[in-house]
């Protein structure tokens, strides 16, 4: 990794890095400015992050499954949950799809709310992924998180730990296949 990159501590994460690796479209966002690159603080957690020609100059950003930890570690960095879910199903529907890797990477996050988020996710679009379900779910931590903070969550899936909203949790599995882009 280009030593001159790593020392400006940041990279193109969250919806930039999702729109760019083709997990969401600039479209999908109602208020927050796609022109705008997120840049998120690189920190102690340098994994996942990689060089790559952004505009006309190398940058770094996040590769598509750090970008996925990244929206599931802090749903507040898009705009709600729904666009979390529409990148997780299509990166799991991608060449990018990496599911030992992106718990290689959760485990240096080690966020409970993560596994929590994620299996809660996954059981909602892929319930038959019962070996990935069963690594989440020993892996999530004992208090309850927020699926999204920042929607009321007045209904808690004890499975997962987990306060949602009641639109949330009365839609399981009922979101329309052809709201998510195939890559």
């Not at 022109?35 to 790559?52: M, P, T, V, Y």
């Not at 966020?111 to 996710?121: D, E, P, Q």
């Not at 020993?138 to 903070?149: F, P, V």
């Not at 929607?151 to 009365?170: A, P």
Request: positive net charge; aromatic residues 12%; charged residues 25%.
């Amino acid at each position: 990794m280009n030593k001159d990159l790593v020392k400006n501590k940041f990279y193109i994460g969250a919806y930039s890095a999702a729109i760019h690796w083709h997990l969401l479209q600039a479209n999908d966002f109602s208020t927050t400015s796609t022109k705008d690159l997120k840049l998120l603080a690189l920190g102690n957690k340098s994994f996942g992050i990689i060089e790559n020609k952004i505009t006309s100059k190398q940058s770094l950003i996040s590769d598509p499954t750090r970008t996925i930890v990244d929206l599931l570690d802090k749903p507040k960095l898009v705009e709600n949950i729904y666009l979390v879910e529409k990148a997780l199903v299509n990166y799991a529907n991608s060449k990018y799809k990496n599911f030992e890797l992106l718990f290689n990477y959760a485990e240096k996050f080690r966020s409970g709310a993560f596994y929590k988020r994620l299996g809660f996710l996954l059981e909602r679009n892929y319930p038959n992924e019962n070996e990935i379900l069963r690594h989440c779910l020993t892996k999530i931590s004992q208090g309850y998180s927020y699926l999204d903070t920042r929607e009321t969550s007045d209904k808690i899936i004890s499975k997962w730990n987990l306060w949602v909203s009641q639109e949330m949790k009365s839609s399981i599995k009922k979101i329309p296949a052809h709201i998510f882009t195939s890559l």
